[in-house]
T-cell receptor
Framework: GQNIDQPTEMTATEGAIVQINCTYQ??????LFWYQQHAGEAPTFLSY????GLEEKGRFSSFLSRSKGYSYLLLKELQMKDSASYLC?????????FGTGTKLQVIP | GAVVSQHPSWVICKSGTSVKIECRSL??????MFWYRQFPKQSLMLMAT?????????EQGVEKDKFLINHASLTLSTLTVTSAHPEDSSFYIC?????????????FGPGTRLTVT
């Protein structure tokens, strides 16, 4: 099976940078996703990492270390609309399993 | 980007009745569709995976006779909650995955909020 761990809640200030960590244990690792989910809505895709390293996409970056079972999502120049839950999800050979999500609150 | 729709977006039904939820991929062919359930303040829990034209694969603890999944075409999958009970009240989300270079990516529908009274 899979075990995915990420902080439950985080608070950060508008304009700042925040890093959301995710650790995982899985057999047959096949990639790691980050999704954003606003309350009452479906998740939206942010990033996908399958190789080690940093992937940058605008204000959002995602990092993966397969040997450490570790990933982080970096959000720069935070905006109020970034307040949402951020879900780390791990793909193995058969399916994608979601972590419980990190609820990020951006304050003025 | 790829679009997945769900219908209805919300539904209220009486205990003991059945409810059908549709999931459609609008601009791509979905070789695989996934059905998730999400309870308040919890993460998405995979219920089943379906490939077009074959039987769905259910996750452990999900009753296949209660949650009927039909993936009749490459653009449509349905989930029928049979003999619904109040504990089935949840947010049901489908996602679809196509083939090609982006076949790793799952596109999520907007979700269906089911309330059983």
């Amino acid at each position: 099976g899979q075990n995915i761990d990420q902080p439950t809640e985080m608070t950060a200030t508008e304009g700042a940078i925040v890093q959301i960590n995710c650790t995982y244990q899985t057999s047959g690792f096949n990639g790691l996703f980050w999704y954003q989910q606003h309350a009452g809505e479906a998740p939206t895709f942010l990033s996908y990492n399958v190789l080690d390293g940093l992937e940058e996409k605008g204000r959002f970056s995602s990092f993966l270390s397969r040997s450490k079972g570790y990933s982080y999502l970096l959000l720069k120049e935070l905006q109020m609309k970034d307040s949402a839950s951020y879900l780390c999800a791990v793909r193995d050979r058969r399916k994608v399993t979601f972590g419980t999500g990190t609820k990020l609150q951006v304050i003025p | 980007g790829a679009v997945v729709s769900q219908h209805p977006s919300w539904v209220i039904c009486k205990s003991g009745t059945s409810v059908k939820i549709e999931c459609r991929s609008l601009d791509f062919q979905a070789t695989t569709m996934f059905w998730y359930r999400q309870f308040p303040k919890q993460s998405l829990m995979l219920m089943a995976t379906s490939n077009e034209g074959s039987k769905a694969t259910y996750e452990q603890g999900v009753e296949k006779d209660k949650f009927l999944i039909n993936h009749a075409s490459l653009t449509l999958s349905t989930l029928t909650v049979t003999s619904a009970h109040p504990e089935d009240s949840s947010f049901y989300i489908c996602s679809a995955r196509g083939g090609g270079a982006s076949s790793y990516e799952q596109y999520f529908g907007p979700g269906t909020r089911l309330t059983v009274t």
